[in-house]
């Protein structure tokens, strides 16, 4: 009994030991795959252009069943509508406490560009379009289908990841073009609507400091989320192994992954645009 612990403990060690290397290894194959992601887009884009546009179109709108309810994009706007109305909800009683309700408007204007529709879009996006893009391309490489594509000729790489990454990039434009008009939306219809604030109040401070600026750094960072997430489900789908249990521990690997990644992305981005201080001045 005593040997026996002995060794098991031995090969716990051993294993805690190649945990960093192991780690660094699979860093180095992500780094190499999406190297090999961005190295194949112009083929992709020249050679399998009609697959690039039906796969922009599922990712918007669905298929099949999702396609009633718009895919995609219902979930996208749902999720930042409710992220626009918690915003003005908050900032409307937080503000309130100290008498300067009114600038609801600012609150909105600032929090809405800056944090929440970047994070929510985000979220969505890694929930909905990377995990569909995972279960596919882990789906066709269990069921060899993938080695079936390389076998006639065609670049696996290219045909089903390159088009991946290249359809969520630009899909992710009109996606949160709506996802951020409808965090507007959702703060102005709740301060308005619900808690009785005048139109012009709000309006007022609302489009004071709303700033361009501000808007054209978040979809800069919608697209580098956008980036980020759809490599690395690809990477996840692509290298699935195991058979249909092996496809859903890849997808929620995938998900855990693309999710630290999207705060990150936000958290980063945020410190190179703004700096420490916000690179805001609020004077009277």
Same mark, same amino acid.
């Given at each position: 009994?005593?040997?026996?612990?002995?060794?098991?403990?031995?090969?716990?060690?051993?294993?805690?030991?190649?945990?960093?290397?192991?780690?660094?290894?699979?860093?180095?194959?992500?780094?190499?795959?999406?190297?090999?992601?961005?190295?194949?887009?112009?083929?992709?884009?020249?050679?399998?252009?009609?697959?690039?546009?039906?796969?922009?179109?599922?990712?918007?709108?669905?298929?099949?069943?999702?396609?009633?309810?718009?895919?995609?994009?219902?979930?996208?706007?749902?999720?930042?509508?409710?992220?626009?109305?918690?915003?003005?909800?908050?900032?409307?009683?937080?503000?309130?406490?100290?008498?300067?309700?009114?600038?609801?408007?600012? /609150?909105?204007? #600032?929090?809405?560009?800056?944090? %929440? $529709?970047? *994070? +929510?879009?985000? !979220?969505?996006?890694?929930?909905?379009?990377?995990?569909?893009?995972?279960?596919?391309?882990?789906?066709?490489?269990?069921?060899?289908?993938?080695?079936?594509?390389?076998?006639?000729?065609?670049?696996?790489?290219?045909?089903?990841?390159?088009?991946?990454?290249?359809?969520?990039?630009?899909?992710?434009?009109?996606?949160?073009?709506?996802?951020?008009?409808?965090?507007?939306?959702?703060?102005?219809?709740?301060?308005?609507?619900?808690?009785?604030?005048?139109?012009?109040?709000?309006?007022?401070?609302?489009?004071?400091?709303?700033?361009?600026?501000?808007? /054209?750094?978040? #979809?800069?960072?919608?697209?580098? %989320? $956008?980036? *980020? +997430?759809?490599? !690395?489900?690809?990477?996840?789908?692509?290298?699935?192994?195991?058979?249909?249990?092996?496809?859903?521990?890849?997808?929620?690997?995938?998900?855990?992954?693309?999710?630290?990644?999207?705060?990150?992305?936000?958290?980063?981005?945020?410190?190179?645009?703004?700096?420490?201080?916000?690179?805001?001045?609020?004077?009277?």
């Amino acid at each position: 009994m005593t040997v026996t612990n002995s060794l098991t403990g031995k090969r716990r060690a051993s294993k805690v030991a190649a945990a960093p290397l192991r780690f660094l290894e699979s860093l180095g194959e992500q780094a190499v795959f999406f190297w090999r992601t961005i190295r194949f887009t112009p083929h992709a884009l020249k050679t399998y252009s009609r697959e690039t546009l039906r796969l922009i179109a599922e990712i918007g709108m669905g298929s099949g069943a999702l396609a009633v309810i718009g895919g995609t994009v219902a979930i996208v706007g749902f999720m930042t509508f409710a992220g626009g109305t918690l915003a003005a909800i908050q900032g409307f009683n937080s503000l309130g406490n100290i008498g300067v309700e009114a600038l609801t408007g600012f /609150f909105a204007a #600032f929090c809405n560009v800056r944090i %929440m $529709a970047p *994070v +929510v879009a985000g !979220i969505a996006l890694a929930a909905t379009i990377g995990a569909g893009a995972t279960a596919q391309l882990g789906a066709m490489r269990i069921s060899e289908e993938i080695d079936a594509l390389e076998v006639t000729g065609i670049r696996s790489m290219s045909y089903l990841v390159s088009t991946r990454a290249i359809a969520g990039i630009v899909a992710i434009i009109p996606l949160y073009s709506m996802a951020v008009i409808m965090s507007f939306l959702a703060a102005q219809v709740t301060t308005t609507g619900i808690y009785g604030q005048s139109a012009g109040v709000y309006n007022h401070y609302f489009f004071t400091f709303l700033r361009t600026s501000d808007l /054209f750094w978040s #979809f800069l960072e919608a697209l580098l %989320m $956008a980036t *980020v +997430v759809m490599l !690395i489900h690809c990477y996840y789908g692509y290298n699935a192994a195991g058979g249909p249990a092996g496809v859903g521990e890849a997808v929620g690997r995938a998900v855990r992954t693309s999710l630290i990644a999207v705060v990150m992305v936000v958290l980063f981005a945020s410190l190179a645009i703004y700096g420490t201080s916000g690179n805001f001045n609020l004077a009277g």
